[in-house]
């Protein structure tokens, strides 16, 4: 007897998603740890860069960044970006101190911290609101159960079914979707509190440490205020957890190399 999915296409798709993402910030991907792992994006296609090394004729280790998209053996089609190595410290490097300046500015990061919050307590009283949609989705699954063990149990006919599952279907999917925007307004609320109770502490550390943090060290307090850092041919764009502007200029871009010019357009934009 054919029973419907229980689980829709979108809810699968957001899984997968999120599986893939875990996935790529995971410290299995790599031998070594890179402070941009699974965080930096080629510009030109998309796709991630991950960390390789040569070795010189003279013995020297060269450590780079790879477009994922430009390693051939990966696709049957070939390579699909021309996007060249870049030696990991040309972005590193720049990524890094950008953070350090961020921290280094803690009323503009706790003046948003303070505004998020205040719009998330004016529109969810969350853990109530959170608790009663949970009810409501249980009730709602087991009526969805209910309806195929009717059926299964030949309670009701194939056209009952067909009748009314639609509708129980409807509401599960609304109450999920619901439940899963409360969730993301939690998370990003602990997260923001949890960013002002470290702060000052993170200030002080890295002060007197910033120097001999170890890679996983940075790369946990990369990942806190830094969402995706996009690679180009001139330049780089970091995309913050909470938005900053810098020096009142609309756009911006971080340099690879600071003897070069940012690409038209780009200058200034930290976001």
């Not at 689980?7 to 410290?27: C, D, K």
């Not at 998309?46 to 013995?59: E, I, L, N, P, V």
């Not at 502490?201 to 946990?220: G, H, I």
């Amino acid at each position: 007897i054919p029973v419907p999915a229980l689980v829709s296409e979108e809810q699968h798709a957001l899984a997968q998603e999120l599986l893939e993402r875990n996935s790529r910030l995971s410290p299995r991907n790599t031998r070594k740890p890179s402070l941009l792992q699974g965080i930096l994006v080629c510009r030109a296609c998309g796709h991630s860069y991950h960390r390789s090394s040569t070795r010189s004729k003279t013995g020297n280790v060269h450590h780079y960044y790879r477009c994922s998209g430009a390693d051939g053996f990966r696709r049957p089609q070939g390579r699909v970006c021309a996007a060249r190595p870049v030696r990991i410290d040309e972005v590193d490097e720049p990524v890094w101190a950008q953070v350090l300046a961020l921290l280094e500015n803690p009323e503009l990061i706790k003046a948003e911290i303070d505004l998020r919050l205040q719009a998330l307590r004016a529109e969810h009283p969350a853990t109530r609101r959170r608790d009663g949609l949970q009810r409501d989705l249980t009730r709602a699954q087991n009526a969805l159960r209910r309806l195929i063990d009717g059926y299964q149990e030949q309670l009701i006919t194939l056209e009952e079914l067909r009748a009314r599952m639609p509708e129980l279907r409807r509401r599960e999917a609304t109450l999920r979707a619901e439940l899963d925007a409360l969730d993301t307004q939690l998370h990003d609320a602990e997260t923001y509190l949890k960013l002002t109770e470290t702060l000052d502490a993170f200030r002080a550390r890295l002060s007197a440490n910033a120097e001999n943090l170890t890679v996983d060290q940075r790369q946990e307090i990369v990942r806190l205020v830094v969402r995706e850092v996009i690679l180009g041919d001139d330049d780089i764009t970091i995309r913050h957890s909470i938005p900053v502007p810098t020096n009142g200029q609309p756009g911006g871009s971080l340099l690879r190399s600071q003897s070069q010019g940012p690409a038209p357009g780009d200058q200034g934009r930290v976001r």
